[in-house]
C-alpha cells in the first residue's frame, strides 16, 4: 500500500513557465516532507523541506506547499529552466517519532523544454 | 556533497553468487540506509542502520542482509543473487537534529545479476 503517491509519471513544461508536481500521502502520522531531485547515472540530492506546522517554504526558485487537510503537498519551480530537467521524488516521514526513514513516492520525470 | 563514498560503482554477477556492497561515511552520522531504484516503483528502502551493529529492515529486505561494525561502514550482503536484484543501489546517511530527517544520498551501485 503505497503511502506516498506522485500520480504523474512525467511533466514537460517550457522553459520560463512553472513547473508544478504534485505529491500526496495517506499516513496522517506524517509530518515532515522532503523533495529530491536526481538526474541520471547520479544519486539523489536534497532540494527542499516543510514540517507540518508550515504550509509553505520557500528557496529561490522552489516553493513546497502543504495542505494537510488535504493531505497533498506540491513543489512549484518558477521560472523553469532546462537544467531542471530531472526526476523528482517526493518523500515523508513521521518527526515526533523518531528517526523513522524517509517513504518515498515513485518520482515525476519533469522535462524543460528550451 | 556528502562525505559517502559506494563500492563497487558497477558490477556484473552471475546467479547464485554472493556480492556485498560497501558504503563508507566520513560525517559521523548516526544513521545510514540502503536503497533501491527501479523503474515504476521509485526508491525503496531494503534495510538502515541506527547505530553500530544495529540494524532493521525495510520493505524490501527478503534476499539482503546488512552488516555495521564500524560507524562508517554499512555493508549490503546480496546472499545468492537472482535476476530479480538487477537495481541501482544507494546508499544514504543523516544525523537526525530534531527538526527533521534530511538524508543524503551516495552516488550509487549499478548491480547487473546475469
Known amino acids: 500500500d503505497q503511502q506516498v503517491k506522485q500520480n504523474s509519471p512525467s511533466l514537460s513544461v517550457q522553459e520560463g513557465r512553472i513547473s508544478i508536481l504534485n505529491c500526496d500521502y495517506t499516513?496522517?502520522?506524517?509530518?515532515?516532507f522532503l523533495w529530491y531531485k536526481k538526474y541520471p547515472a547520479e544519486g539523489p540530492t536534497f532540494l527542499i523541506s516543510i514540517s507540518s506546522i508550515k504550509d509553505k517554504n520557500e528557496d529561490g526558485r522552489f516553493t513546497v506547499f502543504l495542505n494537510k487537510s488535504a493531505k497533498h503537498l506540491s513543489l512549484h519551480i518558477v521560472p523553469s529552466q532546462p537544467g531542471d530537467s530531472a526526476v523528482y521524488f517526493c518523500a515523508a516521514s513521521t518527526l515526533n517519532s523518531g528517526n523513522t526513514p524517509l517513504v518515498f513516492g515513485k518520482g515525476t520525470r519533469l522535462s524543460v523544454i528550451a | 556533497d556528502a562525505g559517502i563514498t559506494q563500492s563497487p560503482r558497477h558490477k556484473v554477477t552471475e546467479t547464485g553468487t554472493p556480492v556485498t556492497l560497501r558504503c563508507h561515511q566520513t560525517e559521523n552520522h548516526r544513521y545510514m540506509y540502503w536503497y533501491r531504484q527501479d523503474p515504476g516503483h521509485g526508491l525503496r528502502l531494503i534495510h538502515y542502520?541506527?547505530?553500530?551493529?544495529?540494524?532493521d529492515k525495510g520493505e524490501v529486505s527478503d534476499g539482503y542482509s546488512v552488516s555495521r561494525s564500524k560507524t562508517e561502514d554499512f555493508l549490503l550482503t546480496l546472499e545468492s543473487a537472482t535476476s530479480s536484484q538487477t537495481s541501482v543501489y544507494f546508499c544514504?546517511?543523516?544525523?537526525?537534529?530534531?527538526?527533521?530527517?534530511?538524508?543524503?544520498f551516495g552516488e550509487g551501485s549499478w548491480l547487473t545479476v546475469v
Open positions: 544514504a546517511i543523516s544525523d537526525f537534529t530534531g527538526t527533521g530527517n534530511t538524508i543524503y
Open positions: 499516513n496522517s502520522m506524517f509530518d515532515y
Open positions: 542502520s541506527y547505530g553500530v551493529k544495529d540494524t
